[in-house]
């Protein structure tokens, strides 16, 4: 059998659907309108994002993720320079903890743009089925 898409929001829904489970519009019988497994299989279909918004947060979650590791990298960069001229021992201690937390943070932002990643992806992934 072969899947539905509907005409209004784009969705792809299952061969034995009347009405789309996205928007409540009634799908027609029409085979022009009809996906095949291998259309979606093959990427020849485009899946419209139902969620634009998350996608941007993710996106930028990872900028910001970036961003951050740049200018822990330079304030390390930085702080090596000052360990070398003077040998105080709190410049060491702002060294490594710096680099401890420049790293954690980093992290906790890429983790969260792939959690919203997933969470995208697995949406999607239902709608097909």
Not at 7 to 27: D, S
Not at 36 to 45: D, H, L, R, V
Request: hydrophobic share 45%; with cysteine; proline share 2%.
């Amino acid at each position: 059998m072969q899947n539905k898409k509907c005409l209004k929001c784009q969705n792809v829904n299952i061969p034995e659907a009347n009405f789309c489970r996205t928007c409540g519009v009634e799908l027609t019988n029409d085979d022009s309108f009809v996906i095949t497994n291998e259309q979606i299989e093959s990427n020849e279909i485009e899946m419209t994002s139902k969620y634009p918004a998350l996608k941007t947060i993710s996106n930028l979650f990872s900028f910001f993720a970036w961003v951050t590791g740049f200018c822990f990298f330079v304030m390390i960069v930085f702080m090596i320079v000052q360990l070398s001229n003077n040998s105080n021992e709190f410049v060491f201690l702002y060294l490594v903890s710096t680099i401890a937390g420049g790293f954690l943070s980093v992290l906790f932002l890429l983790f969260f743009a792939e959690v919203i990643n997933l969470f995208i992806d697995i949406e999607k992934n239902t709608r097909l089925k």
